[in-house]
C-alpha cells in the first residue's frame, strides 16, 4: 500500500502544476458520495459494487454485471439512472432481438417519400442492456461501435450519442439455459465486469422487513444530471498521473500477456481503461493526481474480464482470471516517492 510520504511525492506539484482543481474534485467527491449513499440504499450491503459503478460513470466507461438473476443487477441500473437525471432506457436482451432494435432503423415516411432514421433505444445516457448474453453475437454486436465511439452508422450515415454515455449491461452466467458467451471485442468494451452475489443474513432480513409495502426505488432522488456528470467526467480525465504510476499500470497490463496461463492477455484499450478508472477513483477521494493504489484497486474488476485462460490437463484445477491477477498484483513492485 502507498504510505502518506509515498503520496506526497507523488503529488504533481513540484513536477507540474495540476490541470484539475481542488474545487473540481471537491465536487467530484461530493456528488460521486451523494449518488453512491443513494443508491446503496437500494442495493444494500454491496459498497464496493456501487462505487465501481459510479467510477464507471465518471470515467465514462462501460459496466458488466454478471450473476443470477434476483441479485439485484436491474435495481442497481435503475437506481442509478434515478440519482442521475438523464435519459434512461432499457433493453430486454431476448434471441429474437435484432441489431436494429438497439441501434434504431431508418424507416420509409410514405408522406415526404423518403427514409427516416428512427433512433433505438441506445440514443440515451444510460442504458439497460438486460441480459446481454441471451441475445445473438450478431445483436451483440451491434453495441460494438457505440460502446467504443458514442455514436452510431447506419445506412452510411453517422449519429453521435449524446453524453455521458454509459451501457450498464447485466448478464447470467454463461452456464445458465439460453446464453451466449460474449465476443472478446465485446468484453473488451466494458471498462470494469462485476459480480453482485447475494446479500449478508442481516442485508437480507433487512430486506424482508423493509421492503414489504415500500419501493426503494422511489425513494431514490435526483442528485445531479446528465450536464453535471459530464462536467464531473471532463474534470476526471483531467486528473494528472505521475510517469512512475503510468510505468506500474503498463506492467500490471503487460504483465498478463505473460502469464503462461493466460491465451490473450490486456489490451492496450484496457490500458486506457485503468488508466480512466484510476483518474476516478482519485477524484472520488478528493485528489486531483492518481496514487499506486488506486490503480491496484481497480485492476481486477477492469482486466479481469479480459483475459483468455488457456486450457488444463484433466485432473488439472485451473486458477481464476482473479487468481492470476492477485498473483500478478502481488509480485509486481510499486512505486515508492523516491522515483517520482
Same mark, same amino acid.
Given at each position: ?18 490541470? &484539475? ?16 449513499? @443513494?443508491?446503496?440504499? %437500494? ?135 439460453? &446464453? ?33 409495502? %415500500? ?17 464531473? @467526467? ?75 485462460? @488457456? ?20 509480485? &509486481? ?8
Amino acid at each position: 500500500m502507498t504510505s502518506d510520504h509515498d503520496i506526497d511525492h507523488l503529488d504533481p506539484a513540484a513536477a507540474a502544476p495540476p490541470t &484539475t482543481t481542488p474545487a473540481d474534485v471537491t465536487e467530484v467527491a461530493d456528488v460521486a458520495q451523494r449518488v453512491a449513499d @443513494a443508491v446503496s440504499r %437500494v442495493l444494500v450491503g454491496k459498497e464496493d459494487v456501487v462505487r465501481l459503478a459510479v467510477v464507471c460513470l465518471l470515467s465514462e466507461g462501460h459496466l458488466l454485471i454478471e450473476d443470477v438473476p434476483g441479485t439485484g443487477k436491474t435495481s442497481l441500473a435503475k437506481a442509478l439512472s434515478r440519482a442521475v437525471d438523464a435519459p434512461v432506457s432499457r433493453v430486454q436482451f431476448t434471441p429474437d432481438l435484432m441489431p436494429s432494435d438497439v441501434t434504431g432503423a431508418s424507416i420509409y415516411n410514405r408522406v415526404t417519400s423518403e427514409f427516416e432514421f428512427r433512433p433505438g433505444p441506445v440514443f440515451a445516457s444510460i442504458v439497460v442492456a438486460d441480459e446481454i448474453n441471451r441475445a445473438s453475437p450478431r445483436t451483440q454486436s451491434a453495441l460494438l461501435e457505440a460502446m467504443e465511439e458514442s455514436q452510431v452508422s447506419v445506412d452510411g450515415r453517422t449519429y453521435v450519442l449524446r453524453r455521458p454515455f454509459l451501457v450498464l449491461a447485466t448478464q447470467n452466467p454463461v452456464e445458465m439455459e439460453g &446464453t451466449y458467451p460474449l465476443p472478446e471485442a465485446q468484453r473488451d468494451r466494458f471498462l470494469a465486469q462485476t459480480t453482485i452475489g447475494y446479500p449478508g443474513r442481516e442485508a437480507e432480513l433487512a430486506m424482508l422487513e423493509d421492503r414489504a409495502d %415500500v419501493d426503494p426505488l422511489s425513494q431514490v432522488r435526483r442528485i445531479t444530471d446528465a450536464d453535471g456528470v459530464a462536467r464531473l @467526467a471532463d474534470a476526471v480525465a483531467r486528473v494528472y498521473v505521475a510517469p512512475v504510476v503510468r510505468e506500474y499500470l503498463l506492467t500490471l497490463v503487460r504483465g498478463t500477456r505473460t502469464l503462461p496461463e493466460v491465451l490473450l492477455g490486456a489490451s492496450p484499450r484496457a490500458a486506457l481503461h485503468l488508466s480512466r478508472a484510476a483518474r476516478a477513483a482519485a477524484a472520488m477521494a478528493g485528489r486531483d493526481y492518481v496514487v499506486p493504489d488506486d490503480v491496484a484497486d481497480l485492476a481486477v474488476p477492469v482486466l479481469a474480464h479480459r483475459l483468455m485462460l @488457456a486450457p488444463v490437463g484433466p485432473g488439472r484445477a485451473r486458477p481464476t482470471a482473479h487468481e492470476l491477477l492477485e498473483g500478478l498484483l502481488s509480485r &509486481t513492485a510499486v512505486p515508492r516517492g523516491d522515483r517520482a
